[in-house]
């Protein structure tokens, strides 16, 4: 069973920054790929951004230039590098694992942005 913890959520003003973190209980290139989601109250949970074990990575448009997602294959973390916040960015961030038509979720880390 892959387990998931994600850390480095918080309150931040506008145009600050935050570092995410998502933990994995495996090595992470067994993995597809790894990606990080977020969740606004009363909205769906939207895709943010993916970093596959092999290829390169794909942004959403609204966090492309803003957001970078990179991965430390050694100590089996994934990260989410968040600059030029905004209030909109403010939800619950998920990170998932893709284990080859397996889906794995962490439990989200609460970031929000106040103006």
């Known amino acids: 069973q892959v387990q998931l913890v994600e850390s480095g959520g918080g309150l931040v003003q506008t145009g600050g920054s935050l570092r995410l973190s998502c933990a994995a209980s495996?090595?992470?290139?067994?993995?597809?790929?790894m990606a990080w989601y977020r969740q606004a109250p009363g909205k769906q949970r939207e895709w943010m951004a993916t970093?596959?074990?092999?290829?390169?990575?794909n942004y959403a448009g609204s966090v492309k230039g803003r957001f970078t997602i990179s991965r430390d294959n050694a100590n089996n973390t994934m990260y989410l590098q968040m600059n030029s916040l905004k209030p909109e960015d403010t939800a619950v961030y998920y990170c998932?694992?893709?284990?080859?038509?397996?889906?794995?979720w962490g439990q989200g880390t609460q970031v929000t942005v106040s103006s």
């Open positions: 998932k694992g893709d284990g080859y038509g397996l889906d794995y």
């Open positions: 495996v090595n992470i290139l067994s993995l597809v790929a």
């Open positions: 970093i596959p074990s092999r290829g390169f990575t």
